[in-house]
């Protein structure tokens, strides 16, 4: 099956188990917003929690915050989030479909990318073990002339950026040649800038109301806070300041599902660190976060560092972290130096002191700022995409499981009666209440045992247990394992332990 078909199917699929629905459906959707059902709920809560605990509870300087989506409007003025937020964007004039140029760029170097790989694989075979990747790339002409190409038009692109020169970023997609992947035609207009921030209206008109944003980003919440939890929290640097929440963007190319939305959810963390020691924290998170993506456990071949071609207005240093969705590899999380922008810039706009009194050096500062900054939206898609597979079973019958992590898990066990009679519903509920008070924990009499099966496979659940008229006489159950789905005795006073050891955060929070 080809990924595209492969994401159709996984789309159909979180809808179908109630774990993502469109919003507003019966009025036929809001376009790029979600939400989250039944069972998805459950994933995204776990995945969550997962990144809050490694993130604040095992790291000693580190705290969380909750701060309002509603902030003051000079807060995006100080951000530079009212004058740089911007997308740029062109329209195709055959079509009438709206592109961002940025994108038709990048996935034109994509392309570039992809022929680039393909010679490597080509060659890999050819020359077998005694092959240097490397050597191949820095030397072979065809995938050096390539390699240059890639360098001209993202330093032209750049440039234009930079310069604000937006008629040489429309030219530079005439001169490659890119056309409209729904037309064929490269009738463009004129490339413009659009601000991304949602906008609405606080108090009433009598009282004057005035405008304020939807945030676009947690971050600021977390900078205007940053002396107030200093302070209160007697935090020494270096240390950092957590949230997880809501941020709302304008998108205008939304697509690819939940990969880009108009609202999502983000969990970012701004570690606060003496000038000039930037350059190691930023070396420093850009691997831990690297570890607890590796820590879900999928292929390490499915994360890669990007490096940014053109930093964001506050940044000195950027990096990705992408990863293969069925799309390819696209962001799943980023770390930024920021800079002293930011605190710099609030008490500049605010004319209040963001300042540090560094005891060791007896004197004052603005704080430096390393950002690891993760959509919770797009691990859901990942973790999802990951682990969703369409198996042929041995007797030819074919099911689709979710490998899901166990930790992560909606439901991590669900609990049968063989049959609806004979006292096995209730020693099977007597399980389900015991165990329902650790765990997420479905409870299912209707259908044959196989479709039982079948049915917590597709959402992911690690554990089936199935209570037959033995269990009766001798407390023993059937314990049913998802990935092998491998099954064992196991007597009923074990069940609680073989659940924990197997869904326990303990092996992967370290
Ligand atoms: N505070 C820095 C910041 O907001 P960003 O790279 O714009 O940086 C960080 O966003 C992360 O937020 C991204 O890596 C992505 O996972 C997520 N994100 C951004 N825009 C999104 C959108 N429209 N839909 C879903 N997730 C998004």
Redesign the pocket.
Known sequence: MNREDLFKNIIGHAKEYGFIFQSSEIYDGLSAVYDYGQTGVELKRNIREYWWKSMVQMNENIVGIDAAIFMHPTTWKASGHVDAFNDPLIDNKDSKKRYRADVLIEDFVAKIEDKINKEVEKAAKRFGETFNAEMFVSTNPRVVEYKTKIDTIKKRFVTALETDNLADVKQLIIDLEIACPISGTRNWTDVRQFNLMFSTEMGSTAEGASTIYLRP???QGIFVNFLNVQKTGRMKIPFGIAQAGK?F?N?IVARQF?????E?E?M?MQFFVRPGTQKEWFAHWKERRMKWHNSLGFPDTMYRFHEHAKLAHYADAAF?IEFDFPFGFK????I?SRTDFDLKSHEKFSGKKLQYFDPELNENYVPYVV?T???L??TFLAVLSASYKEEKLEDGSERVVLNIPDFLAPVKVAVFPLLNKDGLPEKAREIFDKLKIDHVVRYEEKDTIGKRYRRQDAIGTPFCITVDHDTLNDNQVTLRYRDTMKQERVSIDNLAKIVEDKVSLRKVLV
């Open positions: 980003e947690t971050a941020a963007r998108e939940i990969f880009r939305m108009r999502f983000q970012e990705d962001e799943l999380e980023g930024h950002e900054s993760i959509g939206d797009r």
